[in-house]
């Protein structure tokens, strides 16, 4: 009678059953899921009807296989179901970085997003709370400590893109159904595809996303999910080899793959970011910040990159990852244009005109 009730609720795939059937074989044997098993099983993950040692097997036994695109956006379709969306008027780039934070270089993401918001370029940019496993800083940490508000509900979220050219969202508030498998994330002890489909809910509705990824063939898998997706409709995608997974350009060479949608099709590229090339002489060491204050002292390298006070590595790597975000949305022709554009609005008062703006939101 139970199984009776599971299947006219969800559909005919308990995560035993995909387990025994599917998916939990090992790593050589296992079999992809069907979009309708992917999202059989999201939807009952979501509702809390798996018992906790399923939803634990079911999770490592998906890290195992490894998802491919079609499960992934199967699982992005049914999240974002239950994503409370609010778009803004302006069009801005969709800032997905690992929810789980950065322990040891600095968040620059913040700063790189309020430059091109000076830039004429608006940012969207996410994130939970300490999300597991790493429980580090991330966007609204930094936030914070530079004063501006994070526990924002969507609409005003939106209404900060539109006042200021910057918005933040916070997960809790327009992805509650991921936020409440915080629990059962911190017990698995490692990362699960949760952590990957939470980066790409694009709470604003973006039409650009930039994000980021270990290897290519990652990224190909991603933009793979995007075009896969039934809800998401977007016309860029720019995904790079960002420091500690995040969404920060690093030092020396960093690869990166470009997607556009066009009317004949789509086009699929990727190419190199030398930093020295942009006469940019610093290594990976040298973005790292106090581990014990990661949050504390990317803001303040934050605000005083915004105010024009530094000319070293710091405001070096926060323009160029402007650069990225406006070269990301075609408001530059290449990343030397859109390195031009975030130092102007540096050297003009423009970016810490923003983050006036923000703190006063």
Not at 97 to 108: M, P, Q
Not at 122 to 134: A, E, L, M, Y
Not at 216 to 229: G, N, P, V, W, Y
Request: overall charge negative; charged content about 30%.
């Amino acid at each position: 009678m139970a199984q009776a009730s599971e299947t006219s609720e969800f559909g005919e795939w308990p995560l035993k059953r995909l387990m025994t059937e599917v998916v939990g074989s090992g790593t050589k044997s296992a079999e992809d899921m069907t979009r309708e098993q992917a999202q059989d099983a999201i939807r009952r993950i979501f509702a809390g009807e798996p018992d906790p040692t399923t939803l634990g097997a079911f999770w490592l036994a998906n890290r195992w296989k490894h998802n491919n695109a079609e499960e992934l956006a199967a699982y992005t379709d049914v999240m974002c179901e239950h994503v409370e969306y609010a778009e803004p008027d302006a069009d801005p780039v969709d800032c997905g970085a690992n929810y789980d934070g950065k322990g040891k270089t600095a968040i620059l993401g913040a700063a790189a997003g309020i430059v091109a918001a000076a830039a004429g370029t608006p940012v969207v940019v996410h994130s939970g709370d300490r999300v597991p496993t790493q429980k580090q800083d991330a966007y609204k940490q930094v936030l914070d400590e530079l004063g501006v508000r994070t526990e924002l509900e969507p609409r005003e979220s939106a209404d900060m893109v539109d006042d200021t050219g910057f918005g933040f969202y916070y997960q809790p508030n327009f992805n509650p159904v991921v936020h409440d498998l915080w629990d059962r994330r911190d017990q698995m002890g490692v990362r699960t595809f949760v952590n990957t489909v939470e980066t790409i809910a694009n709470p604003a509705n973006a039409d650009v996303h930039l994000g980021s990824f270990y290897h290519l063939a990652f990224a190909k898998k991603m933009i793979d999910t995007f075009e896969q997706s039934e809800h998401h409709d977007l016309r860029r995608v720019l995904m790079f080899q960002g420091m500690e997974g995040y969404d920060d350009i690093r030092p020396g060479y960093t690869k990166v793959a470009e997607w556009t949608q066009t009317d004949e099709g789509s086009e699929f590229d990727d190419f190199e970011i030398e930093t020295a090339e942009y006469g940019m002489d610093f290594e990976y060491d040298d973005l790292g910040v106090d581990e014990s204050d990661v949050a504390g002292d990317s803001a303040e390298i934050t605000e005083s990159v915004l105010a024009g006070e530094r000319d070293d590595r710091f405001a070096d790597a926060v323009a160029l990852n402007a650069a990225l975000r406006i070269y990301a949305r075609e408001d530059a022709d290449s990343i030397d244009e859109g390195l031009k554009a975030a130092r102007d609005a540096i050297e003009s008062g423009d970016a810490e005109a923003v983050l006036e703006d923000l703190r006063a939101f």
